[in-house]
Each structure stands twice: as C-alpha cells, then as structure tokens.
C-alpha cells in the first residue's frame, strides 16, 4: 500500500492543508478587498495586499472543468486509475484543484455538484477531495 504523496505545507499554503482537522474547508480571504482566493498565497491576486486571513466555506460547488487521469508514474496515483482532477467552482466563487471520488469517472460531469470531504494524511494534513453532492451545490 503506498501512501499519497503529501502536498507542500509549508508557507501560505500550510492553513489550507491543515484546513479539513475539523471537516471545513477554509480558504484565504483578503482583508482589504475582501474577496476570497485561491491558491493560497502571501498576497491577494486582486488587489495586492497582504492582508489575508481566512474564513470557512460551505465545501459545497460544482464541477468547472475536469479531466479523467488515465496513467501515471507515480505508485500512488497509478494504483487509482482511471481518477478525477477537477477545477470545483465553489459557491464562495473561488475555483479549487481537487481530486472527484466516491463515482464512476464516467459519471462526472461539468456543473455536476459536489460536496468536500478530507483525506487525513496524519502530520495534519487533510486533502480536500469531492464527491458527488446529495441534493445539489449549496
Ligand atoms: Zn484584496
């Protein structure tokens, strides 16, 4: 059983990895505009500040765009072919990578909603997945 290969906590990105301890996504929000983004980063995309802290969504969306990922080098993911990477268009607004699970790969669809669960990797780090939604995008 090889294990998922861990994202890079370090920097801004650290709050979001640690982000699922307590099953809510959480993204950066600027604290000048007040606007939501990601990835996470040390300055807002919109208008430069960095004045960021982060705020809680409702881990709920839909499908933007995605792809099906039919083989890879890596143990990991070569042993989860065929698997879903997707843009989620949260309802925040803010479009967030992530893998599609719990579905046939064949099912997903753009506009499709999805809600976030984790992934505990352990050394708190939760990876945001997303799975097909029971009564729709919040
Ligand atoms: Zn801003």
Do not use: K
């Amino acid at each position: 059983m090889t294990t998922r290969p861990a994202p890079d906590s370090r920097g801004p990105g650290r709050a979001y990895w640690r982000s699922g301890a307590d099953g809510v996504l959480r993204l950066p929000r600027c604290t000048a505009c007040g606007r939501l983004f990601w990835y996470p980063r040390t300055h807002c995309p919109h208008c430069g500040s960095d004045a960021i802290d982060w705020v809680a969504t409702g881990g709920r969306g839909r499908i933007y765009t995605f792809t099906v990922v039919r083989q890879s080098p890596e143990p990991f993911f070569a042993a989860r072919v065929p698997y879903v990477v997707a843009m989620v268009e949260l309802a925040e607004g803010p479009r967030v990578m992530a893998n599609v699970v719990d579905c046939d790969v064949e099912s997903v669809r753009i506009g499709m909603p999805v809600s976030v669960l984790f992934e505990d990797l352990g050394e708190d780090i939760y990876v945001p997945l997303f799975r097909p939604a029971v009564g729709g995008a919040g």
